[in-house]
């Protein structure tokens, strides 16, 4: 396993949550990492990525004042801190490595997948 999510759980409306990955370095050096999720009954959608060097960072533009993306290259971990959670926030959520160093929308661009974690907001 190369990259493995925790942190989900079941929250209250309002609440937070904060989403941790765990990648192999030996096998992604620098590349781009991201969030995405798959809502209830819909397609799997872009949350937020960042680059490696964790200076760039991209986000879904619903989420941006609410979600906050980083990395601590030092634990090799990558984190998805979420506040005030909404119901239309329930989903599985996945972090995924990309092709290269751009943290790119796109989940054609992403190659490696982790496990989801499932997050479930309840009004």
């Known amino acids: 396993v190369q990259l493995q999510a925790s942190g989900g759980g079941d929250v209250q409306a309002g609440g937070s949550l904060r989403l941790s990955c765990a990648i192999s370095t030996r096998s992604f050096g620098d590349r781009a990492v991201g969030w995405f999720r798959q809502p209830p009954g819909k397609e799997r959608e872009f949350v937020a990525a960042i680059g490696w060097n964790g200076r760039t960072t991209n986000y879904r533009d619903s989420l941006k004042e609410r979600f906050a993306v980083s990395i601590d290259n030092a634990k090799s971990t990558l984190y998805l801190q979420m506040n005030s959670l909404e119901p239309e926030d329930t989903a599985v959520y996945y972090c995924?490595?990309?092709?290269?160093?751009?943290?790119?929308?796109?989940?054609?661009?992403?190659?490696?997948w982790g496990q989801g974690t499932q997050v479930t907001v309840s009004s």
């Open positions: 995924a490595a990309a092709r290269g160093n751009f943290p790119t929308a796109s989940p054609n661009q992403y190659n490696f």
